[in-house]
């Protein structure tokens, strides 16, 4: 039986101009794929097979990240259910200049076991904590996955939801953005399943294209909450990426970004998840700077901005504001 330090693994990346915005900041979307990638490699090695991303419960971006530095992502399994494993990332930027060293992020992440058919499957071993401190992290994970489940319990609900507002087209939203892509091979991990970390750099970017639109500015992402996959999207499906403003603060917005999935052949179209995206528009100085007022206007701006503010509430209880 594992401990948590047993599962430990490490990843580091070199940050290139490539991975950067125009401040030559990381780029949010990039350092998603990163921290997906990290906490990929554990739970592949406890599930001696695939896995895929079931759900990030909170990601949160501490403190900028330039290029040239060392990106450091470790990840640790802490908890482990019947398919599920529940994984945190730690990431840490370094300036090898200097040698300095700043906690850029962390993450905490639901990764699932599946076979060849994305099926979800059983792990096997369970995580034994080794000392008190393990004790509380496998605490704080189960703790995280309760919530979870009572998210995911009106999974049924949200799928409704989110199929009854695309047949509607929300053609009251005065700024949202649709971009389709096609899923090609080389944007699965295994098998013909789509690599979440790949997901996330589009999401990202999509989201940013709505809120540099609305601020007439460089965004930067602050914060992802509660990303959950209701089913998985695959090679040759034609995924199409809606983004809409959900709530506007001072220098912030919070970007909602659902991704359907249609299966060419059959027309089928699946909800497959749903982000919640917070971005902070930037001065050339990289430092916050204020963005026009709005005012929700349409049922479906008001239904998006009184959402939005419930999850801001938790969002600043998480950070400690």
Request: with cysteine; hydrophobic share 45%.
């Amino acid at each position: 039986m594992p401990s948590i330090a047993d599962t430990r693994q490490e990843l580091v990346q070199l940050v290139l101009p490539e991975h950067a915005n125009i401040h030559g900041n990381l780029f949010g979307g990039r350092m998603m794929d990163w921290i997906t990638r990290a906490a990929t490699l554990p739970v592949m090695r406890l599930a001696r097979g695939p896995v895929v991303l079931g759900s990030m419960d909170d990601l949160d971006f501490l403190a900028p990240v330039r290029v040239g530095d060392l990106v450091t992502l470790r990840a640790q399994v802490e908890y482990i259910g019947r398919s599920s494993m529940d994984v945190t990332v730690e990431v840490d930027a370094e300036d090898p200049r200097t040698g300095a060293s700043r906690r850029a992020t962390s993450a905490h992440l639901a990764m699932v076991a599946v076979d060849d058919a994305g099926r979800p499957r059983p792990v096997g071993p369970a995580i034994v904590p080794a000392d008190h401190t393990e004790h509380e992290a496998v605490n704080a994970a189960r703790a995280r996955k309760a919530a979870r489940d009572e998210r995911l319990a009106h999974r049924a609900r949200e799928v409704a939801s989110a199929a009854a507002v695309e047949e509607q087209h929300e053609d009251d939203l005065r700024y949202a953005v649709e971009a389709p892509r096609l899923v090609f091979p080389d944007d699965a991990f295994t098998g013909k399943v789509m690599f979440a970390g790949r997901l996330l750099l589009v999401i990202d970017e999509v989201a940013s294209i709505v809120a540099v639109r609305y601020a007439r500015g460089p965004v930067v992402t602050a914060s992802i909450d509660g990303l959950d996959f209701y089913a998985p999207i695959y090679v040759g499906n034609i995924v199409t990426y809606q983004a809409a403003i959900n709530y506007v603060g001072r220098t912030s917005l919070e970007v909602g970004v659902r991704v359907p999935a249609e299966e060419a052949r059959s027309g089928v179209v699946r909800h497959t998840c749903t982000a919640y995206m917070t971005v902070v528009h930037v001065g050339p100085d990289g430092r916050p700077r204020s963005v026009p007022p709005f005012e929700p206007r349409t049922p479906a701006e008001r239904r998006r901005w009184e959402e939005a503010q419930a999850r801001r509430l938790l969002r600043a209880r998480r950070m400690g504001a």
